[in-house]
């Protein structure tokens, strides 16, 4: 099941690539808007990081939650993305 989850979460950051662009330029407009409303500098990193703990956050209830799983990594590699 764990490589075929791999699979399915690069078909779908591939799929939002193609949808939104890369992650690096959203990921830096998100960071911008989160800095305005929390009134201190945000990341991309950060954001990646954030995403990843409500994923998890959501696993806590529903840890077979395969669509969480599967975000998981997908944020993951937005994360790796935005730090390069």
């Not at 077979?64 to 730090?83: M, R, T």
Request: hydrophobic share 45%; net charge negative.
């Amino acid at each position: 099941m764990s490589s075929n989850l791999l699979n399915i979460a690069a078909t779908t950051v591939a799929e939002r690539h193609e949808q939104y662009g890369s992650a690096k330029p959203l990921f830096d407009h998100i960071a911008k808007r989160w800095s305005l409303v929390l009134s201190t500098e945000v990341t991309p990193a950060q954001v990646a990081l954030c995403l990843i703990d409500l994923k998890m956050a959501r696993l806590v209830h529903t840890p077979n939650h395969d669509d969480s799983i599967i975000d998981v990594a997908g944020y993951a590699a937005c994360l790796k993305e935005v730090q390069s």
